[in-house]
C-alpha cells in the first residue's frame, strides 16, 4: 500500500509585524511545518508502522527554501519527499486551491497512491479545499474533516468533526483523499536518529515540465490585491501598567460584576 | 446574472448559515441585477424551501433526494442545479459539509473557488475579503472568471427575517447512484465528561499560550480563586490536557457565560464562534494583534504566567 501525503511549509506571523506592499516583511515570519499536516504526517506513519509493505511519501509545493521543513515529515518517518516547484508557480502568485490540485494530481498520477491524506486546511491562506479539489481531480472518493479512521478492506471507515460536538460516522470506498483534523493521533517528536535518518532519504524534485504541466496554464484566477490589518472593530477596555496593577484593575472589574470567591 | 446559495441542515434544522448567505446573496445581486436563488437538498424539503423564503429570494429550489448529507448526492446535485440556473456566483456555507462538498463541485463546474469569504462585492468584477494567518491581516482577492464559487463563513451575515414571496420548485435532480462510494452511517455526540461548561456563570479558558500542560496549575489555582470553571481552546483538548467536553468553540461547546476570561487564547473564528455570546468576554494576550482583542470587553495585553498569578493574588 503506498500512502501520499501532502505536506507544506506555512508562515507563522510575530506579534508585531509590519506590512510591506502584498507581503507580510520577512522579518517577521517564521516558517513551520503546517499543524494540521503533522497530524496528516503522524496517521500515515502510524498506518505505516500497523502493516506490512506501507510506503509513505510526501509531497510538497514549494520552493528550495522548505525543504528543511519538508525534513522534518522525513525524521518522523515518512520514507521519501517529493517537491514541486518551478518559476510559472513562483510567478503565479497566490495559488488557487485548484491550481495546487492540479500539480498534486500530476504527482499523485505518477505515484498512484492507494490513500491520500491532507491537513483539513493550511495555518497561513487556509483555504481547506485543496484536498477535495484533489479528490475530484483524481476520480477519487473523499472525505473533509477526519478525526477518525479506521482502514478494512478497500473501505476508509472515518468520523468526520461536525460542527457542535457531533460526528459524522461514514464509510469511504478506497482509493480516497481524506483532509485530516487535529486530535486525530498525538504526532511524535521527531527522534535525533530520524533526524540523521532523514538527511539521507530521497527529496526529489520536479518541475512542472517533469510532470507533464504546461506551464501556460498555471496563471491563477484569484489575484490578491490588498493587505491590511483589519480595523478593529471591537471597544476593549485595555487595563495599562505592570501585571500587579493590570491585575487589580481587573479583579476590581471582576468584583463589580459580582464574581467573588 | 443571478446567483445560487446552496442551504445546509442536519438532523431535522435548517442551519443557520443558510440564511445568512441570502444577505450576501442579496448583496451580490444588488451589485449585478438578476435574480437571487436558493436550493435546499434533500431532508424535509418542503419545510425547510418556505423557511428560506425570505424577502429578496426569487426562486427557491427544492430538491428531495435522501435524509442527510451525503457529499457524493450534493457533488451531483448542485453541479446539475448550477448548470441549469447558471448564477455567476455559486454560494456555499463555509462549513464542514460545505467544505466536503463545495471543492469537488467547483472543479466539476470548473469555476475559480474562494473560500471562507467574510466579505463580497461585485460592483466591477467578483472581489472576495478573506483572513490570513489566523485572523491577523485581511486580504482581498480579486476572482478573474466570469463564474466563480465561493464560500461564506457562517455568522458574518446577519439573517434575513422577513417573508418573501419566492417561486418555489422543485428540481429534478439525476443522482448516478454508481457515483455515491460514500456512506453516512450515523452520527455520535462526543462528550461524556461530567462538568458542563455551557452551565458555568464564570469560566476560565485557557488556550495554547500555556505552553506546558504542567502550567496548567496556575489556571486551576485562579479558577478555585473565582469559584469558576475551567475550559478551553482546541490545542489543549488535541493534547490531552483537558477534557474534551471542555472544548470551546466551532466543534466543541457553545457558552454563554456572564464572564469569559480568555488566557493565552488567539481567538480564531473556530474558537470565537463558540464564546462571541458571553456577556462580558476578557482576554490575557501577549499579542495586541490577536484577534481575541476585536471581541473583547476588557484586555490586559501582557504576560499570562505574570498577570494570572497576580490575578488570583487578589482573590486570595
Ligand atoms: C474545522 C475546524 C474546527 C475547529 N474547532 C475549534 C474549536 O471548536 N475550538 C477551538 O478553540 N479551536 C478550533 N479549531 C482550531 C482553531 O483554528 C485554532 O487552531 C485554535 O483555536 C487555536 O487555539 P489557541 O488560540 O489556544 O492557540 P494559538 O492560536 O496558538 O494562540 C495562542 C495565543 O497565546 C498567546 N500567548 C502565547 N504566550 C503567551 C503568554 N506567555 N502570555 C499571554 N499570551 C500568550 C499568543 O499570543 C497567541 O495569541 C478548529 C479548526 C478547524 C479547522
Known amino acids: ?261 | 446574472m443571478s446567483v445560487l446559495a446552496i442551504a445546509e441542515h442536519r438532523r431535522g434544522e435548517l442551519r443557520l448559515v443558510s440564511l445568512e448567505q441570502l444577505a450576501a446573496g442579496r448583496d451580490l445581486v444588488d451589485d449585478l441585477g438578476g435574480e437571487l436563488h436558493t436550493a435546499v437538498i434533500g431532508g424535509d424539503v418542503e419545510t425547510f424551501g418556505a423557511k428560506l423564503n425570505r424577502e429578496g429570494v426569487d426562486t427557491v429550489h427544492t430538491v428531495d433526494v435522501g435524509e442527510e448529507f451525503n457529499h457524493d448526492v450534493y457533488t451531483q446535485v448542485v453541479t446539475q442545479l448550477a448548470e441549469e440556473v447558471e448564477p455567476t456566483v455559486l454560494l456555499m456555507p463555509n462549513s464542514v459539509n460545505g467544505l466536503d462538498y463545495a471543492p469537488a463541485v467547483a472543479n466539476r463546474l470548473d469555476r475559480p473557488l474562494v473560500t471562507d469569504v467574510v466579505g463580497v462585492d461585485a460592483e466591477d468584477g467578483l472581489t472576495a475579503t478573506r483572513e490570513l494567518y489566523g485572523s491577523k491581516v485581511e486580504t482581498t482577492i480579486d476572482v478573474h472568471a466570469e463564474q466563480a464559487a465561493v464560500t461564506v463563513r457562517p455568522a458574518e451575515w446577519p439573517t434575513i427575517e422577513t417573508d418573501g414571496d419566492a417561486a418555489i420548485e422543485a428540481f429534478d435532480a439525476t443522482v448516478d447512484e454508481s457515483a455515491v462510494r460514500s456512506t453516512v452511517k450515523g452520527f455520535e455526540e462526543v462528550g461524556g465528561g461530567d462538568v458542563d461548561i455551557t452551565d458555568a456563570d464564570v469560566l476560565v479558558s485557557v488556550g495554547r499560550g500555556i505552553e506546558e500542560e504542567e502550567n496548567l496549575d496556575i489556571i486551576y489555582d485562579l479558577a478555585a480563586a473565582l469559584d469558576a470553571t475551567v475550559a478551553g481552546s482546541r490545542p489543549l483538548i488535541d493534547n490531552g490536557w483537558l477534557e474534551k467536553d471542555r472544548q470551546v468553540g466551532q466543534s466543541g461547546k457553545v457558552v454563554t457565560p456572564d464572564v469569559y476570561i480568555a488566557i493565552g487564547i488567539s481567538g480564531a473564528v473556530q474558537h470565537v464562534a463558540g464564546m462571541k455570546g458571553s456577556e462580558t468576554i476578557v482576554a490575557i494576550n501577549t499579542d495586541p494583534n490577536a484577534p481575541i482583542f476585536d471581541i473583547a470587553d476588557y484586555g490586559i495585553q501582557d504576560d499570562l504566567f505574570e498577570v494570572v498569578p497576580a490575578l488570583t493574588e487578589r482573590f486570595r
Not at chain 1, 121 to 131: E, K, L, P, V
Open chain 1, 1 to 261: 500500500m503506498k500512502i501520499l501525503v501532502t505536506v507544506k511549509e506555512v508562515a507563522a506571523v510575530d506579534d508585531e509585524f509590519e506590512i510591506d506592499g502584498l507581503e507580510i516583511d520577512d522579518r517577521y515570519v517564521t516558517a513551520d511545518l503546517n499543524e494540521w499536516d503533522e497530524y496528516a504526517v503522524e496517521e500515515a506513519v502510524q498506518i505505516k508502522e500497523a502493516g506490512d509493505d506501507v510506503e509513505v511519501v510526501t509531497v510538497t509545493i514549494g520552493p528550495s527554501e522548505t525543504d528543511e521543513t519538508i525534513r522534518q515529515a522525513l525524521a518522523k518517518g515518512a520514507d521519501r519527499a517529493v517537491r514541486v516547484w518551478d518559476e510559472a508557480l513562483e510567478a503565479a502568485g497566490l495559488l488557487d486551491p485548484e491550481t495546487k490540485a492540479e500539480v498534486l494530481a500530476a504527482v499523485a498520477a505518477e505515484e498512484d497512491p492507494d490513500l491520500v491524506l491532507t491537513g483539513v486546511q493550511s495555518a497561513d491562506d487556509g483555504f481547506g479545499a485543496t484536498g477535495v479539489t484533489l479528490a475530484d481531480k483524481l476520480g477519487m472518493e473523499w472525505g473533509a474533516v477526519v478525526n477518525d479512521l479506521d482502514l478494512e478492506a478497500g473501505v476508509a471507515s472515518v468520523h468526520r468533526e461536525l460542527e457542535g460536538g457531533v460526528e459524522e460516522l461514514t464509510d469511504i470506498e478506497l482509493p480516497a483523499v481524506l483532509t485530516i483534523q487535529t486530535g486525530i493521533n498525538d504526532p511524535r517528536y521527531a527522534s535525533l536518529r530520524g533526524i540523521r535518518q532523514a538527511q539521507s532519504k530521497e527529496l526529489a524534485e520536479y518541475d512542472l515540465a517533469d510532470l507533464g504541466l504546461d506551464a501556460a496554464g498555471i496563471a491563477s484566477p484569484l489575484e490578491q490585491t490588498s493587505l491590511y490589518e483589519p480595523e478593529t472593530e471591537g471597544e476593549a477596555t485595555v487595563f495599562e501598567g505592570s501585571p500587579e496593577e493590570t491585575a487589580a484593575e481587573l479583579a476590581a472589574l471582576l468584583e463589580e460584576k459580582g464574581v467573588t470567591n
